[in-house]
T-cell receptor
Framework: GAGVSQSPRYKVAKRGQDVALRCDPI?????LFWYQQALGQGPEFLTY????????KSGLPSDRFFAERPEGSVSTLKIQRTQQEDSAVYLC????????????FGEGSWLTVV | DAKTTQPNSMESNEEEPVHLPCNHS???????IHWYRQLPSQGPEYVIH???SNVNNRMASLAIAEDRKSSTLILHRATLRDAAVYYC???????????FGQGTRLTINP
């Protein structure tokens, strides 16, 4: 597709359940980012991939959060044993080259943990 | 990462110009100034970016102060569709993440 595609668009999970969020970046984009956005706040950086290499995971809030991009294209953000504080929008973004070029965001996956 | 300061909210009328300010007094020489906006229920959308000179594109203009410690995003003729949260972000060349603040919530009155 033309843009960054994320699925599912909406997810309701019971507390303690594992969830997997998928991101399809723009074809050929080398760099991929995950951000978390709580209600009423700006997006916060979670992790960054260059191709299949995860170069920065400093923003992942706990070891329950895990991201992968095994073939350097599609990425999955996995959250294990979800907690209520994990409720947020999870945004994926991709960019073709280094910063200075446009970053394209997906519409986000809205996660609600009940 | 250098920080930016923006007003929490602004209001304007349809078809009038809007000037959204951003202060970034700790900006470094390699920091680009980026503006993104986020419409309701959407991911952030690129608006414009610049380094030193003023920039224009089809969406907006970016006016950068001579000392680069502040900048202004200018929407020349606001429409209802421009109602969004606008984020002013500094990005160092070679850095690979954007640090978002709270942004400015822009309301457009019909």
């Amino acid at each position: 597709g033309a843009g960054v595609s994320q699925s599912p668009r909406y997810k309701v999970a019971k507390r303690g359940q594992d969830v997997a969020l998928r991101c399809d970046p723009i074809s050929g984009h080398v760099s991929l980012f995950w951000y978390q956005q709580a209600l009423g706040q700006g997006p916060e950086f979670l992790t960054y991939f260059q191709n299949e290499a995860q170069l920065d995971k400093s923003g992942l809030p706990s070891d329950r959060f895990f991201a992968e991009r095994p073939e350097g294209s599609v990425s999955t953000l996995k959250i294990q044993r979800t907690q209520q504080e994990d409720s947020a929008v999870y945004l994926c973004a991709s960019i073709s080259e280094g910063l200075g070029n446009t970053i394209y965001f997906g519409e986000g996956s809205w996660l609600t943990v009940v | 990462d250098a920080k930016t300061t923006q007003p929490n909210s602004m209001e304007s009328n349809e078809e009038e110009p809007v000037h959204l300010p951003c202060n970034h007094s700790t900006i470094s020489g390699t920091d680009y100034i980026h503006w993104y906006r986020q419409l309701p229920s959407q991911g952030p959308e690129y608006v414009i970016h610049g380094l030193t000179s003023n920039v224009n594109n089809r969406m907006a203009s970016l006016a950068i102060a001579e000392d680069r410690k502040s900048s202004t995003l200018i929407l020349h003729r606001a429409t209802l569709r421009d109602a969004a949260v606008y984020y002013c972000i500094l990005g160092r060349w070679g850095a690979q993440k954007l640090v978002f603040g709270q942004g400015t919530r822009l309301t457009i009155n019909p």
